[in-house]
């Protein structure tokens, strides 16, 4: 699986040097819960294996003691870039003032500045918390 991700990914451990790699201003959280902190970033390689104003960006947060991660994914909002979720569960809510979708309890999509973001805790996450992560990004 290693081996596949990084012929398929660049993996980026420095959160500085993401605005390197996007076609828009990827916004990191300034809150997460107690023990989490940004791990890594990845971005898919295009066929020449290069990354270079990339649509796509994902984002780990890990809390290692707890051995949980959160998952957020921001893509430049366009149609290409557009998918449905297949939830059982959706409820609309608003993050900063802007419509925003809590899905199956602990994911959330919202459009933002151009930008879509999706944030996951993975099961691992209470829905006020992912929230709170939602709402410190500006």
Not at 28 to 43: I, R
Not at 70 to 86: D, K, L, N, P, V
Not at 94 to 123: Q, T
């Amino acid at each position: 699986r290693e081996k596949m991700r990084e012929k398929e990914c660049l993996v980026v451990k420095d959160p500085n040097e993401l605005n390197n790699y996007t076609c828009f201003d990827v916004k990191l959280p300034s809150y997460l819960p107690e023990g989490y902190e940004f791990a890594e970033a990845e971005f898919y390689k295009d066929e020449n294996g290069d990354v270079e104003n990339t649509k796509y960006i994902s984002l780990h947060f890990t809390n290692e003691k707890a051995g949980k991660r959160i998952y957020m994914q921001q893509r430049f909002a366009e149609e290409e870039t557009g998918y449905a979720t297949g939830a059982n569960k959706v409820e609309e809510i608003k993050i900063n003032g802007v419509d925003a979708v809590l899905y199956d309890d602990n994911n959330l999509d919202w459009e933002y500045n151009g930008v879509i973001y999706m944030l996951s805790g993975r099961g691992e996450i209470a829905k006020d918390e992912l929230i709170k992560i939602a709402e410190s990004i500006k």
